[in-house]
């Protein structure tokens, strides 16, 4: 090796070629300045993909975290050429000229936003053939702005808060007072992360002990939003000795005047969110969806609220333009002039060039400080000088470069294999990209010289960008620009739009530019949430500016009107309704305060009754929470501006939406959780938790059955069982009972039937006169259930296996020729109606006739077996498939299948399904798991005739049967009856019968939960089921209830 020398130039690279060979990696030594220490890869994380036989060859470097000799000792070629490789893994932006072409090349390239400072190297790419693969883009989906999965974590947050820490040491000293903290140094003069949080705790022993000077104290730390930068921030401080206080209880600390004995062996740490921030203009309860749809209707706070008795303030929240400043230059001035001078220091992690705080200038690691002194509106690097203390260095991991390399490369290692296995293609779309794990493909930025589909948009976008620099240059030029009252220009009118729709293929966007150019005003993309490619929807939240007011209202009103002609677009003002497609009922989205907050969980079909019903009642305002998006933003277009969607995972255990899923239980007065029934134990746990109602329509189970008496302590409400069935079912059934029971009659028999079919005259296409609107599992499933019953006193169970063989038929009316086969477990219901005297109790499920047959053939030929049967592997045709699964030869099949059903209950027709199904034929078999004969079963049955045609209608049928004994001895019996049709243009019956059913429980919780006790119920008191069936009959969904005599003989015969 060269000897050092002081004047040194860099090392000459050698000339690029394209190419590379397949299966060599290279990593590039960075050089972006010299704090730059880190890398993608660890040696172990070389040495993992040395034994799989890929070939690293990793550039020497001096300053590099990890020497060249661990590179080496993990099986890595050291050397300078990276030519060979076809993939090359770096952590920064690459030097143009340094961009070896036709490869595959990993970095952070600051281009996906049309960044100007990344427009040079996105050419570059563009001309060398690049294939670009973005860390940021690589999420769990491929899709933009869902989780992402190669990030340096938390790492900013602790290099921050250590260096602030050192800071505040240096500071203190300055003003006369030594502290602990005066032994901490800077993140990067440890070893390791464990050894500087060591060194934060013995300074956290030392003031446990000594305590720290009652002028500093109480020591107020206040924490600035909830993000991973924060959360190690936080990470860090909280191994001093500490104590949460929430924002608002400071000024009471703050009368207990400077420190005590106790106060000074702690800091108090103090998490400030939105709502410690702003407040409504019109002084409305804080609302966090609504301040981020509209937060030019807040103002802040904070400067008045928090900052005072801040000692010191760490920012690690997101901020942008449009929403308001947590404290200004003036802010600190004023509260100075005030007496409020506690303001020691601020740690400004975000970095934020003129962003939430007034950091004057960024500042290096070197050189990590200033002071900022109000008085005199005067920066210092001489941290003695009068002043608060300013910390903002804009590369922080880079301080912890062992431990940001090691969680860097964890995350990216998984993807390392697929990415070298081939070269970069030399075309657009001619490559291995299409076969690459999803994550990674999302991220493919360019490759063959073009922008990849989902990456176009960049083009556009940076046309805007640079108009935009354009306008801005123009208005400061502008001499027609008002002057204010002290000879300065007056600041722009402007306000803040989202636009939503087609943006780049309709070029709307460049349509926006134009209208606003042509009125002397300028665009600022404050956000932009593209779509999976230029065709699909995106989202853009824009600042429109011009020189007045009167100015600024004709260009909207020229833009409002543009989407106007366009179908896919559409266009709000902050504080305003939708124009464009989609518009809403025409006023302002404002909530009064009376408002009622209803939290919708799931898209599906069922949830557009129930806002149609919820939102007639003008006070209502309905956030849809999915993750399904497309669902959502339908729901939203057509219900316009009171129905928000939000992006949720109910399931998701990742922090933050662990915290939003927690933070929109909280800020919501109901929640209807139409998500899976297997997710609402979570949901209900959230509920109980922030004391709010809850509404399902499933089965209570018996995790949710645990959380009653957790429940009733907190006086929530969480009703089940208000759909269909169960729902109206147990409600109509109950009052059946009740008022037999009230008249002194004994029941002798309760029957209860429901069942979802398609219209008569749409159930003749369908061999087993039953139709799909989601996937036909669910129904075969329940097809092979065990059921129990009570007849004539007896208790008559089934198995599973032959369920569909206990079947008899029903005459609803005379149109309708139905079977009824038992439905589960009919005796815990007994229980529940209060009938487990009664000799016969049964409930049953509705089917067309030949239903039953047919499926109970397909069972006995095994094609509703779960699986797996290894013997079903690789077969090509139907045909060999079921030959396999009945283990016959082909050429004896036919015989198999009638040996097989033959005599049995479904003999007749089974044979004929069977053929229909295309079982015989030498088709190829669908793209499911073939080894598992249920998932072929459901394939076959998704297939044009099962499916709702258009203009095809559901209907829902329910019966109930009562046969009592009267007072007198004599019998009655009673049946009521619903038959529901679906409107054609409208809502499925099942979808209307359940969402509106759910939507009634909501409506009465929200008018008055105290009517009802509290705990997880059923509506199965007359205190829910009076209510709900007057309100359902005023939908026009009622029971038509009948009564005749009848006889002693058979009264409790099925």
């Known amino acids: 090796m060269a000897a050092v020398r002081a004047h040194g130039t860099k090392d000459a690279h050698a000339k690029a070629v394209a190419g590379g060979v397949p299966g060599v990696l290279g990593v590039r030594r960075e050089d972006k300045n010299k704090w730059e220490r880190r ?143 005066l032994h901490i140094g800077s993140a990067f003069m440890y070893p390791s992360l464990d050894e500087a949080k060591r060194a934060v705790s013995l300074a956290g ?26 959360q190690g921030a936080l990470d860090i401080f909280k191994l001093l000795p500490f104590e ?34 702003v407040r409504h203009k019109d002084g409305r309860p804080f609302d966090k969806r609504d301040y981020y749809a509209q937060p030019d209707q807040y103002e802040p706070i904070f400067q008045d609220a928090v900052l005072p008795y801040s000692t010191v303030v760490i920012n690690g929240m997101y901020w942008d333009a449009r929403y308001p400043r947590l404290f200004t230059h003036e802010d600190i001035h004023r509260n100075v002039m005030q007496g409020h001078d506690r303001l020691l220091g601020v740690c400004d992690i975000t970095c934020d060039a003129d962003g939430s705080v007034p950091t004057r200038q960024f500042t290096s690691i070197e ?31 880079s301080e912890l470069p062992r431990e940001a390399s090691e969680h860097f490369g964890n995350c990216l290692l998984e993807f390392l294999p697929a990415l070298v296995a081939a070269q970069a293609p030399e075309t657009p779309n001619s490559g291995d990209t299409a076969s690459l794990p999803v994550p990674v493909r999302g991220a493919v930025v360019a490759e063959g010289g073009a922008l990849t589909r989902e990456y176009e948009y960049i083009a556009q976008l940076r046309a805007v960008n640079e108009r935009s620099d354009v306008e801005e240059t123009l208005m400061r030029q502008d001499q027609h620009r008002p002057v204010g009252p002290h000879g300065v220009q007056a600041p722009p009118a402007c306000a803040n739009l989202e636009i939503t729709g087609h943006l780049f293929d309709t070029r709307f966007i460049n349509k926006v530019c134009d209208l606003v150019e042509s009125h002397r005003g300028r665009v600022q993309i404050m956000n932009i949430d593209v779509g999976g490619g230029v065709k699909d929807s995106s989202r853009a939240l824009m600042v429109v500016m011009t020189h007045t007011q009167d100015s600024l209202q004709t260009t909207l009103k020229t833009i409002m009107d543009a989407a106007q002609e366009e179908p896919n677009i559409s266009v709000r003002r902050a504080g305003e309704t939708t124009s ?152 109509s059934a109950m009052k059946m009972v009740e008022e037999a029971k009230a008249e002194g009659s004994e029941i002798i028999k309760f029957s209860s039937l429901c069942g979802g079919l398609p219209a008569p005259e749409a159930a003749g296409s369908s061999p087993i006169g039953y139709k799909f609107s989601w996937s036909p599992r669910g129904v075969l499933t329940a097809a092979k259930n065990a059921a129990k019953w009570s007849q004539e006193g007896q208790l008559k169970e089934i198995p599973g296996s032959e369920l569909l063989t206990c079947v008899r038929p029903l005459a609803l009316n005379n149109a309708l020729a139905l079977d009824v086969l038992p439905n589960r477990d009919s005796i815990s219901f007994a229980r529940l109606y209060g009938l487990s005297d009664a000799p016969t109790f049964f409930r049953g499920t509705l089917r067309y006739r030949g239903f039953c047959e047919r499926m109970y053939a397909a069972s006995q030929l095994g094609l509703l077996e779960l699986g797996p049967l290894p013997r079903l592997a690789g077969k090509q045709s139907k045909k060999e498939w079921m030959a396999a699964l009945l283990e016959t030869p082909e050429d004896n099949l036919r015989q198999a299948i009638d040996e097989r059903i033959a005599g049995g209950f479904g003999a007749k027709v089974g044979a004929s399904f069977i053929e229909w199904l295309g079982l015989l034929s030498n088709e190829k078999m669908p793209s499911v798991n073939i080894e598992n004969p249920i998932d072929v079963m459901t394939s076959l049955l998704q297939r044009e005739e099962m499916l709702y045609r258009k203009g095809e209608r559901d209907m829902v049928a329910m019966y109930h049967e009562l046969v009592v004994r009267l007072a007198n001895g004599s019998y009655e019996r009673r049946t009521a009856t619903l038959i529901e049709y679906a409107d054609p243009k409208g809502a499925t019956a099942m979808a209307r019968t359940v969402g509106v059913t759910a939507a009634i429980a909501a409506r009465l919780v929200l008018e008055d939960a105290s009517k009802f006790q509290a705990g997880v119920q059923r509506p199965l008191s007359k205190e829910w089921y009076d209510p709900m069936l007057q309100l359902l009959e005023d939908e026009g969904i009622r029971l038509d209830e009948r009564a005749e005599p009848a006889s002693a003989e058979g009264a409790a015969a099925l």
């Open 367 to 397: 050189h990590p400080f200033f002071v900022y002194n109000a008085l005199s509106d005067a920066t210092s690097c001489d941290l003695d000088d009068p002043g608060i203390l300013f910390h903002a260095v804009d590369h922080l991991p």
């Open 205 to 230: 022993d030392a003031i446990r002990e000594h305590g720290l000077p009652p002028a500093l104290c109480p020591f107020v730390a206040v924490f600035t939003g909830r993000g991973n930068v924060t």
């Open 580 to 731: 464009g497609a989609g518009q809403g009922d025409g006023s302002q989205l404002v909530e009064s305060k009376d408002s009622k907050k209803i939290l919708v969980l799931g898209s599906g079909f069922v949830v557009g009754p129930l806002i149609e019903y919820l939102l007639r009642d003008g006070n209502n305002v309905i956030t849809v929470a999915s993750i399904m998006k497309k669902e959502m933003e339908a729901l939203s277009v057509q219900y316009g501006h009171r129905c928000q969607s939000q992006y949720l995972d109910v399931l998701s255990t990742d922090a933050e939406m662990e915290e939003l899923r927690d933070q929109m239980v909280k800020e919501s007065d109901v929640i209807v959780s139409l998500v899976p029934a297997t997710m609402h134990v979570g949901v209900a746990q959230l509920a109980v938790k922030h004391g709010k109602h809850m509404v399902t329509a499933s089965y209570v189970s018996e995790d949710m059955e645990k959380l009653h008496e957790q429940a009733k302590q907190a006086g929530v409400v969480i009703i089940n069982e208000v759909g269909l069935d169960p729902g109206i079912d147990h409600m």
């Open 39 to 181: 890398a993608p890869l660890a040696p172990r994380h070389v040495q993992e993909l040395v034994k799989k036989g890929i070939k690293v060859i990793v550039q020497p470097s001096t300053r590099r975290v990890f020497t060249d000799n661990e590179y080496k000792q993990a099986g890595a070629i050291l050397q300078e050429d990276l030519t060979e490789c076809a993939t090359i893994a770096a952590v920064k932006e690459v030097p143009i000229e340094l961009l070896l072409p036709g490869r595959t090349w990993l970095f952070f390239s600051h281009t996906i936003k049309a960044q100007a400072c990344g427009m040079p190297l996105l050419d570059a790419v563009l001309q060398k053939k690049v294939r670009l693969v973005d860390y940021e883009c690589i999420t769990e989906s491929g899709r933009r702005g869902d989780k992402r999965l190669v990030a340096f974590g938390n790492f900013a947050g602790y290099a921050g808060a250590i260096d602030f820490l050192r800071g505040l040491g240096e500071r203190f000293l300055a003003l006369g007072y030594s502290t602990p903290f």
């Open 244 to 277: 949460f206080i929430d924002p608002g209880d400071l000024p009471k600390l703050h009368e207990q005047g400077v420190g005590s004995a106790d106060n000074c062996r702690k800091l108090y740490l103090s998490i400030a969110t939105s709502e410690h921030m």
